[in-house]
């Protein structure tokens, strides 16, 4: 609940103080890195941080400005408002920390990550810091394919995935499945993929998690969210959900490139992006009622009503880590069925098996996630990462074998016509982000105001001058996923990389891109 001497959620966040005193609060501590300091907004607890290049430093400050000019009526919270508020959460230790694809979301902001203290009674669990896509993440699948033999064939190769997996907000999944198929999935996770002949063993293995969250129980998610899921499993969504055929356009790490099976520029990989569709809403949408009534039990005190949250070891925080766990399995299993799926259209395609065309998971990775972990600071967190990508530094044990020399492979999804990239993680990153970076090119407008401003027909031409082919359901989406839309992808890589919280391997630049 809101502390009785905050009347309300913009006075919590002090937008009463002029532009230029908010900017008191916030130094700079290194050419990639600012300070948000104590005192910011109301009960700090921890500085706030946050990762831009000069670019994407204006972004921010112009995004504050217009708030405290306008008084804060109307709109979203600039993220370094968010920013601020997480780190006025109880039981959260470092920083509050954004990463540089930040933008306004509901309660934290998307590319916001926190750590909780699970030691600490007081500590909280809040659906805000994972989002209402439970584990939309990416995965990453190679070919030994090149540009050169897919593109006589891109058309139909991209028609043959669009005709293959179910896309856009009313799509129905291919995958038979009843409830009690569901309800396995939900407790299995890519386990139940593998029984049922939808994965390859591998598959698993570069996965994180390895594609099932041990904590999840089905219980924990409603009848509401099992019957929204039920028929949507295997199915892309629509919004900034894709399936894109990449080229390796670049490589910056040649020995990284080689654990990950790609040896040369020119060769084909698919990008999926997606998560755990209506289901993940749904669970997220439940908790967060019952946490309003366990924040005014326990008399938890918020600066934003969207960070609405309960004690970790509480009933209610215990139900939503179940219930979320079980919706990220959800997601894996939905991004193995639409591998599963590819793999079947590139069979067809090129008359061959989807072995023979080396058709291997290179990774499978969250950005939207909490999940409990060891950390530098000697004690067990419970870190949010929401738009926000783990990126585990080499020889770290909870990744791959194949993996331990080079670190973590992170998958950075671009904008539908500009590039995409594979990261790996650092040690600094480890010491500095809890092991986390960005996500993706983070949104630079709002959709509403994509559809006002950009032409359908210019977005298509343009497409079609970098050679990209499209197939989409919905035409609106067209203006709403335009380049234009986001941040500069490279931008927020290139921050991250001369931070050092994650560095660069591989850039990807898409041929052609599925949508819903």
Not at 84 to 100: C, D, H, K, Q, Y
Not at 398 to 413: A, E, N, R, S, T
Request: net charge negative.
């Amino acid at each position: 609940m809101l502390s009785d001497d905050m009347p309300s959620t913009s006075a919590a966040s002090g937008i009463l103080r002029s532009y230029e005193d908010e900017c008191k609060y916030i130094e700079r501590v290194s050419p990639t890195q600012f300070r948000i300091k104590k005192g910011f907004v109301h009960n700090m607890k921890v500085d706030g941080c946050f990762y831009v290049n000069q670019h994407l430093q204006e972004l921010m400050f112009d995004e504050l400005q217009q708030f405290s000019d306008s008084r804060g009526v109307g709109g979203f919270l600039p993220a370094v408002k968010q920013i601020a508020n997480v780190a006025a959460l109880p039981g959260i230790v470092g920083r509050s920390i954004g990463l540089p694809d930040i933008h306004s979301g509901y309660g934290f902001a998307i590319g916001n990550m926190a750590a909780f203290d699970m030691n600490d009674p007081e500590a909280i669990v809040s659906p805000g810091g994972v989002g209402f896509d439970i584990n939309c993440g990416v995965r990453l699948i190679r070919t030994n394919l090149t540009e050169k033999e897919v593109g006589p064939v891109k058309e139909e190769l991209a028609q043959a995935l669009f005709d293959h997996i179910p896309v856009g907000v009313g799509s129905k999944g291919v995958i038979p499945m009843t409830m009690h198929n569901l309800e396995e999935a939900l407790e299995m996770g890519m386990d139940w993929s593998l029984r049922e002949g939808y994965a390859w063993a591998e598959d698993k293995e570069h996965c994180e998690e390895y594609g099932r969250m041990l904590q999840a129980n089905p219980a924990m998610v409603s009848q509401r969210a099992k019957k929204r899921g039920l028929p949507q499993l295997g199915t892309l969504g629509a919004g900034n959900h894709y399936c894109e055929i990449q080229v390796v356009d670049e490589i910056y790490d040649a020995h990284a490139a080689r654990k990950m099976g790609i040896d040369q520029k020119g060769q084909v990989c698919i990008m999926v992006h997606s998560g755990s569709r209506g289901l993940g809403h749904q669970v997220a949408t439940d908790s967060l009622v019952s946490m309003e009534k366990a924040m005014r039990r326990d008399g938890i005190e918020v600066n934003d009503r969207q960070l609405a949250c309960a004690r970790i070891q509480s009933k209610e925080g215990q139900h939503y880590l179940q219930g979320m766990a079980a919706a990220a399995n959800y997601a894996w299993v939905n991004r193995s069925s639409m591998t599963f799926l590819t793999r079947q259209a590139f069979a067809k395609i090129f008359n061959s098996t989807p072995d023979d065309l080396d058709m291997h998971v290179i990774y499978d990775v969250s950005h939207n996630i909490a999940k409990v972990e060891e950390h530098m600071v000697d004690v067990t967190l419970l870190v949010h990462r929401k738009g926000s990508t783990r990126a585990f530094p080499p020889h770290h044990p909870l990744i791959p074998v194949d993996y331990q020399l080079i670190g973590q492979p992170v998958l950075i999804g671009g904008t539908m016509g500009t590039c995409s990239f594979v990261l790996t993680g650092t040690e600094k990153g480890m010491l500095e982000t809890f092991g986390s970076t960005c996500h993706g090119a983070g949104r630079a407008q709002s959709r509403n105001k994509s559809r006002r401003t950009l032409d359908y027909q210019d977005v298509l031409d343009s497409l079609a001058q970098k050679g990209i082919s499209i197939r989409v359901a919905s035409p609106k989406l067209v203006t709403e996923e335009a380049p234009e839309s986001y941040k500069d992808v490279i931008d927020v890589v290139e921050t991250c990389h001369q931070a050092g919280i994650s560095k660069k391997a591989i850039k990807l630049r898409p041929i052609a891109v599925i949508k819903g």
